[in-house]
C-alpha cells in the first residue's frame, strides 16, 4: 500500500477565479495557487472575492509552501490576503513571482515572504513533494502546468494553457514532456489525474495563435498612419505588448505607458528579458504632445472597462494625462470577461462621443484568448491518456464540457468525476474518490478586510434596490403613551420632500398600531418594535406596492 494523496479545491470549480487546491500526502500541504475572484455587480460594494481559508488556518504548521502557474490574479491574487495570516515561501516562474509580488509589495508582506524562482523543467522537493513545473503557453508568458510525482503516480494540473503552435516566444506547451509522463517515463505508471483548465472548453476548435493578433495589429497601424494609436490590453500579456510596441515602432512611433499597472509591466517584463522595447522608442507620457498624432501610440491599462482604470478615465475626459478625440483611433486588443460587458461598452460609448474611432474584438480580429478550446483539449487529452481525469478553472458548464471531452478521448466514464468547490479527492491504490468536504464559500472583501458575510450582502442588496425606511417612536412604559413620533425617515423608498402627504399618514398609521399595542399591555421593546414594523411594512406595501427595509427603533422615556 502507497499512502494516499488528498486534493481539496478552495475555488475555481464552478466559478471564473478563486483558483486555488491544497494538495496533501504524509501529511503535509502544498498549495498551487491562491487566486481572487471579481465581484458581480449584484455583490454591492465588494471589491474582491476570495477562498474561504479556514481550513489553512487550521492546518497552518502544515504548509510547506505555495507553486504558482502563472502571475494571473485569478491565481496569485489572494495571496496578499492568505499572508497576512500565515507564512510561507512560493515558488513559481520568474515573472509569475514578479507580478504575485507587486501586490504582496502593496500589502507590505515583501519582507517576510520567500519568493523562489524556478526554471522550465525544474523538478525540485519541496518537503515531501517531487514537483515538476512543465512549460505551457498562455496569456502571460512562462506559465507552467505542475506535475507532481506522488507514490500514487504522477498528478498533472495543467495550469491555464493553450496549444498556440506559433507562440510569440516560441515557448510552446511542452507536449513532448506530458507524452514522457504519459508513457511512464521514470519509471511511473503514466499519468495517474489528470486536471486540465476548463474555461474555453465550450469552445469548438482551435484558439487563434498569438502571433495571429500581431499580423491584424501592423495591418491596422499601416491603416491608421496619421493618427494616433491608443491600445488597451492587459498589462501581464506581456506578449501582446511585445507585439502592439512592435507594430508601433515598425512605423516610427514612440510608445508611452498609460496605467500604473502598465507601466510596472513593462518595466519588469524588460527587467526580465522578455519584452523587448529600445530605449530610445520608450518616452513618457507627460512627453506624448510634443510628437504628430501619426508618430506616437499609447499603451494602457483598463481594457475590462474597469470605472477607474487609465481607458475609462479617457473615455469620460477625466484623464490628467491625455485628452483623446477626432485624432484618435482606440484599439481594444482585448475581449470583455462575462460580467464585465457592461462597463466595456460605456467605455466604447464614451470613446466615440468624444470623436475617437474605435476598434475591438468584434470589428477585427484583435485578440486571441489565452485558453484551450475542445479540440486542444482533446489532443492534450490524446497525449496525456490519465486514468482518472478532473476538470477544473471553469463555471459549471465549463466543467461539464470538459468531462465530454475527457469521456470522447478514452478516459473510461466512472473515472472522470465533475467535483465542486469544498470537495476533497483522495487518491490511493484503490484509485480516486470524493473522500470528503471542507468549507470553501466566498469571502468578501470590501476594503482591506474580508467580513462582509451574506446577512450584509443581503441588506445592502435589500438597501440597493428598495430603500430603507426608518420609524421612531418614544414612548412611556410606566404609562402606556406614545411621547414622540412616530417619526419616519426614508432613503430610497420614495422622495420625502415630495410626498408629505403619504408620510403622515405612514405615522398615523404607525401611531394607531401603538397606541393598540400598549393598550393591549405590551411593554417590552421588543415586542413594541415588532408592531412598529408589522404596521410600516404593511402601509408601505398597501399604498406602493414596494418591500424597502424598515427598520423600527422604539425607545423608552
Ligand atoms: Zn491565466
Ligand atoms: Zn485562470
Request: aromatic share 4%; net charge negative; charged share 25%.
Amino acid at each position: 500500500m502507497s499512502s494516499p494523496v488528498r486534493i481539496a479545491f478552495l475555488g475555481g470549480l464552478g466559478e471564473i477565479g478563486r483558483n486555488c487546491m491544497a494538495v496533501e500526502h504524509d501529511d503535509r500541504i502544498l498549495l498551487i495557487d491562491c487566486g481572487l475572484m471579481f465581484p458581480d455587480p449584484d455583490m454591492h460594494g465588494i471589491d474582491l472575492v476570495l477562498p474561504d481559508f479556514t481550513y489553512l488556518r487550521d492546518n497552518a504548521e502544515r504548509i510547506e509552501g505555495c507553486v504558482i502557474t502563472h502571475g494571473h490574479e485569478d491565481h496569485v491574487g489572494a495571496l496578499q490576503f492568505l499572508l497576512r495570516e500565515l507564512s510561507f515561501p512560493i515558488f513559481g516562474s520568474a515573472v509569475g513571482l514578479g507580478l504575485a509580488r507587486h501586490r504582496i509589495e502593496e500589502a507590505g508582506l515583501l519582507g517576510r515572504t520567500q519568493l523562489i524562482a524556478v526554471a522550465d523543467g525544474e523538478r525540485r522537493r519541496i518537503g515531501p513533494f517531487d514537483v515538476e513545473f512543465i512549460p505551457v503557453t498562455h496569456s502571460v508568458p512562462h506559465s507552467h502546468a505542475i506535475a507532481l510525482h506522488t507514490p500514487q503516480g504522477v498528478v498533472l494540473h495543467s495550469g491555464d494553457f493553450k496549444l498556440d503552435l506559433t507562440p510569440v516566444d516560441g515557448r510552446r506547451t511542452d507536449l513532448g514532456r506530458i507524452g514522457a509522463l504519459a508513457s511512464g517515463a521514470g519509471g511511473g505508471r503514466g499519468i495517474r489525474l489528470l486536471m486540465a483548465d476548463s474555461t474555453n472548453s465550450e469552445e469548438h476548435g482551435h484558439a487563434p495563435s498569438e502571433s495571429s493578433v500581431g499580423a491584424v495589429l501592423r495591418q491596422l497601424f499601416q491603416e491608421h498612419a496619421d493618427r494616433r494609436i491608443i491600445t488597451a490590453s492587459f498589462a501581464s500579456h506581456l506578449h501582446r505588448i511585445q507585439q502592439i510596441m512592435d507594430a508601433a515602432i515598425a512605423c516610427g512611433r514612440v510608445v508611452a505607458t498609460l496605467g500604473l499597472s502598465m507601466k510596472k509591466n513593462v518595466r519588469l517584463g524588460r527587467e526580465l528579458g522578455i519584452l523587448h522595447v529600445p530605449d530610445a522608442s520608450l518616452v513618457d507620457i507627460d512627453d506624448i504632445d510634443q510628437y504628430p498624432p501619426g508618430k506616437v501610440c499609447i499603451v494602457s491599462t483598463g481594457s475590462q472597462g474597469e470605472p477607474m482604470a487609465a481607458l475609462a478615465l479617457l473615455a469620460r475626459g477625466e484623464s490628467k494625462f491625455v485628452k483623446v478625440g477626432e485624432h484618435d483611433t482606440v484599439i481594444l486588443s482585448s475581449h470583455a470577461i462575462p460580467g464585465n460587458e457592461g462597463n466595456v461598452n460605456r467605455v466604447i460609448d464614451g470613446l466615440l462621443r468624444a470623436g475617437c474611432e474605435v476598434v475591438h474584438s468584434g470589428i477585427a480580429d484583435v485578440h486571441a484568448s489565452g485558453h484551450a478550446q475542445a479540440d486542444e483539449l482533446k489532443t492534450y487529452l490524446s497525449i496525456a491518456s490519465p486514468e482518472w481525469y478532473v476538470p477544473i478553472h471553469g463555471e459549471y458548464r465549463h466543467l461539464v464540457a470538459n468531462a465530454k471531452l475527457g469521456v470522447t478521448m478514452g478516459v473510461a466514464r466512472d473515472h472522470v468525476l465533475l467535483c465542486d468547490d469544498g470537495d476533497v479527492l483522495q487518491l490511493d491504490d484503490d484509485g480516486l474518490t470524493v473522500a470528503g468536504r471542507i468549507p470553501a464559500g466566498y469571502l468578501y472583501v470590501d476594503g482591506i478586510i474580508g467580513d462582509v458575510g451574506q446577512g450584509v450582502l443581503r441588506d445592502r442588496r435589500l438597501l440597493a434596490e428598495e430603500g430603507v425606511v426608518v420609524v421612531v417612536v418614544t414612548v412611556d412604559v410606566t404609562t402606556g403613551k406614545v411621547l414622540t413620533g412616530p417619526e419616519i425617515i426614508t432613503r430610497g423608498w420614495v422622495y420625502a420632500p415630495e410626498a408629505e402627504d403619504l408620510l403622515d399618514e405612514a405615522c398615523d398609521r404607525v401611531a394607531a398600531a401603538v397606541e393598540r399595542a400598549l393598550a393591549e399591555g405590551v411593554r417590552d421593546v421588543e415586542g413594541l418594535e415588532r408592531d412598529v414594523r408589522r404596521a410600516a411594512g404593511k402601509f408601505v406595501n398597501e399604498r406602493t406596492r414596494r418591500r424597502p427595509m424598515i427598520v423600527p427603533v422604539v425607545m423608552e422615556a
